[in-house]
């Protein structure tokens, strides 16, 4: 049957799954096919195929010899679409009937669809993977914002410019997603101040099916068709809105898909609104009271909570409440105050706004944080809502975050890993046992290995430098000059995430005189790229890039401390896979958990990071390097302070003294040394599949009503 369908309709067919952005094989096939154009269209499949029209595209199929690998790639996707000996089969046939539903204000799948900000929509995104590598029945739900999120430039004064371009639905890899009378679903959501509707897209991830809720659509007021434009965009009412589209559209859309989902998960507590939805279904086809619809829908929930600082939860005021959320209270026979009460800490305080976090706790009987040490600061946070129990008692668990091992394990390394671990490692990459073999990778070929992809890194950005320089009209003779900045044989240390301003960007430079001597020593110099983007609101975190990118700018810091714009999936892939040193230095406890690190560990980069977040339960004195020792001081300014020394204490103590001690050969073994302990010990820990086992194992059966295994809280 495959064999009479013509290879450009075979391309066409794997253009419209993520699952190629997963499989270097099939990505490679479509870079064959256009390099320059692959590029320019930001990995876009979709587009790529759309300049081709058949004949031409048969002459490049042909003059690049690219026939059989296309045969190949499409026979081993519809084997991966079809198997059915998966880990979920095994283990999750639970699920088998009625599906776990995830929702997720952002997803972030792959540089071509932009609709994610950062560590909340990778970590949503490398959830649908895994859950599709393990066959886990899960149905995922978010919005499509047809302009994305900003794509940063920074000006010559070194501040943030945002601009938005409009994606269209056409040039995506969307289909509409059909409700049974064969058209594009369509939903609708109420509110005091008139309907707001929504139609619905699928993307394929794998065997996990995404849905997008779009709101720009004819049938809507001109307000509302700009509602789901832009993530994270405009007010508190923009906000809400589309809090209620992501919440009860998301489950309105999934009942009109014929969907019957059996768990609620909500990543964060943009989606709380979702199990109420559920609950006035419950109470209508049952025909059974609030409170007891209540009990059975919260069974079914699961809350994952990201936030550690209280300004980082949303809170709306009871007028948005009742204008937004009013008509389905009144269905559930809930006054003003019964509705305020679900999102306050203490229902009887009139003071208190309403917090999605509070109604994601109060609707969901299990909930997590997002690492060990998070757990504790979450239980800590949040004693108010439970003030009869204890600490220890608290109904908080911890699920660490992982990352997709085949979306961010570099290809080269992926060879070194098929050489000496078990074959079909990479479906069991949970189990500590399949990780032993990295031992035998032998330090030359890690060393080469590495030092490859870290040259690939620095051609990549000085590239882009140049390109930056030009845009910003400096010299010719200074981009020119860019193309040669960054050194292959100088340590190289990366530091690129959110610019927000827990997390200290400049922590390194504040010290210009220490990082100065560090970075012009003869013998052992460093150089640091960064890179990351500030929320458009975010006045400090705005001036903290200007900041790091003017001490770029200072001669004697040219070419040796360099700024990336834009920070996305696709730097974010070249920064993991090359640097020597991945650097983190939130303020503990802040950073819930962070994941960059561990798309570092996987390609031998060595984290040197504050204990902090996944870090905190991951370094063992040998797997990378910590800057401090867990301490916290009440005064940020003292703690700032504390480590900032402690920063430059183990830059000059042991990063830089170990990475520049060589043997005989030329390598520095002790170093070579922590990168395959970091692999061995962190690899199979920090993965999605092992992150998705767990969700599966002790939230997903026990709320989908299978044998409960006991959700513990491990302190
Ligand atoms: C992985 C990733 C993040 C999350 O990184 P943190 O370590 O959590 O800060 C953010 N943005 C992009 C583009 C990523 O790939």
Redesign the pocket.
């Known amino acids: 049957m495959s064999q009479q369908k013509s290879t450009h309709q075979k391309l066409t067919e794997l253009a419209t799954n993520y699952w190629w952005s997963w499989q270097p094989e099939v990505t490679s096939l479509f870079r064959a096919i256009d390099p320059e154009r692959w590029s320019q269209l930001n990995h876009n499949p979709v587009m790529l195929l759309a300049e081709y029209p058949p004949e031409k595209l048969e002459e490049r199929l042909t003059t690049q010899v690219l026939h059989s690998s296309i045969h190949w790639a499409y026979r081993r996707w519809q084997e991966y679409m079809e198997s059915r000996e998966t880990w979920g089969m095994t283990n999750a046939a639970i699920l088998g009937q009625r599906p776990a539903a995830y929702f997720s204000a952002e997803f ?1 799948l792959h540089e071509s669809l932009p609709i994610y900000s ?2 909340l929509g ?1 970590l949503a995104g490398d959830h649908l993977k895994s859950a599709s590598d393990l066959g886990i029945p899960l149905v995922a739900v978010g919005l499509f914002y047809h302009e994305g999120y900003f794509s940063q430039q920074i000006d010559i004064e070194g501040w943030q410019r945002e601009t938005y371009t409009e994606v269209s639905d056409k040039r995506i890899p969307m289909e509409p997603a059909l409700g049974p009378d064969g058209k594009q679903c369509v939903i609708h959501v109420d509110t005091r101040s008139g309907k707001i509707y929504a139609r619905v897209w699928k993307v394929n991830v794998g065997r996990i099916i995404l849905h997008l809720l779009d709101t720009n659509i004819p049938e809507n007021k001109d307000e509302d068709r700009h509602l789901t434009a832009r993530l994270y965009g405009g007010d508190h009412r923009t906000r809400i809105r589309q809090e209620i589209m992501l919440g009860i559209g998301g489950v309105r859309a999934l009942t009109a898909l014929g969907y019957q989902p059996s768990v609620i998960h909500m990543n964060e507590g943009h989606s709380a609104f979702a199990p109420l939805e559920m609950i006035k279904m419950r109470m209508k086809e049952d025909g059974i009271p609030f409170d007891e619809a209540l009990r059975e829908t919260a069974s079914m929930g699961v809350f994952t909570t990201h936030t550690p600082v209280p300004a980082g939860h949303d809170r709306f005021d009871a007028g948005l409440i009742d204008e937004h959320v009013g008509p389905l209270a009144d269905e559930l026979g809930l006054n003003r105050d019964a509705m305020m009460g679900l999102g306050r800490v203490d229902p009887q305080n009139h003071g208190e706004s309403f917090c999605m976090t509070v109604l994601a706790f109060r609707l969901s009987r299990r909930a997590n944080a997002v690492s060990s040490l998070h757990g504790v600061v979450s239980r800590r946070m949040w004693t108010g809502l439970w003030p009869w129990r204890s600490e220890e008692e608290m109904p908080i668990g911890h699920i660490t975050n992982g ?1 997709h091992v085949p979306t961010w394990l570099a290809q080269q390394m992926r060879v070194l890993y098929d050489r000496v671990l078990p074959q079909h490692w990479y479906l069991r990459t949970g189990e500590p046992d399949v990780w032993a073999g990295i031992e035998q990778i032998t330090s030359g070929e890690l060393w080469e290995t590495h030092t490859s992809l870290k040259n690939r890194l620095l051609i990549y950005a000085r590239g882009k430098l140049a390109q930056q320089a030009r845009r910003r009209g400096e010299s010719e003779q200074r981009a020119h000059d860019l193309s040669n900045a960054l050194d292959p044989r100088v340590l190289t240390i990366g530091f690129a ?2 610019f927000a301003p827990y997390k200290r960007a400049d922590l390194v430079l504040r010290d210009l005189d220490m990082i100065l001597k560090l970075i012009n020593d003869v013998d052992r110099p460093v150089q640091f790229i960064f890179a990351g983007k500030a929320h458009p609101a975010d006045q400090p975190g705005k001036q903290l890039i200007q900041r790091v990118y003017r001490v770029s700018q200072q001669p004697e810091f040219k070419n040796r401390v360099v700024v990336l714009e834009d ?3 696709n ?2 892939r070249h920064l993991v896979q090359g640097v020597d040193v991945w650097l ?1 230095n939130p303020r503990r406890p802040l950073e819930a ?5 561990q ?1 570092v560990v996987l390609n031998g980069g060595l984290n040197c990071s504050i204990l902090d977040g996944w870090w905190a339960e991951a370094y063992d004195g040998l797997n990378g390097f910590a800057i401090g020792n867990g301490r916290t001081h009440v005064n940020t300014d003292v703690q700032d302070e504390r480590d900032m020394k402690s920063l430059y204490e183990v830059l000059k103590n042991e990063v830089i003294p170990i990475y520049y001690r060589h043997d005989a050969d030329g390598l520095p073994q002790e170093w070579i040394q922590r990168m395959r302990r970091a692999i061995r010990t962190l690899g199979w820990r920090f993965n999605a599949d092992r992150m998705v086992m767990d969700y599966v194992r002790n939230t997903y059966i026990p709320a989908a009503g299978g044998l409960s295994c006991h959700f513990s809280v491990q302190p």
């Open positions: 972030g950062g560590g990778v990352v995430r959110r920070y996305d999936i730097l974010a983190n958990s962070g994941t960059s690190g798309k």
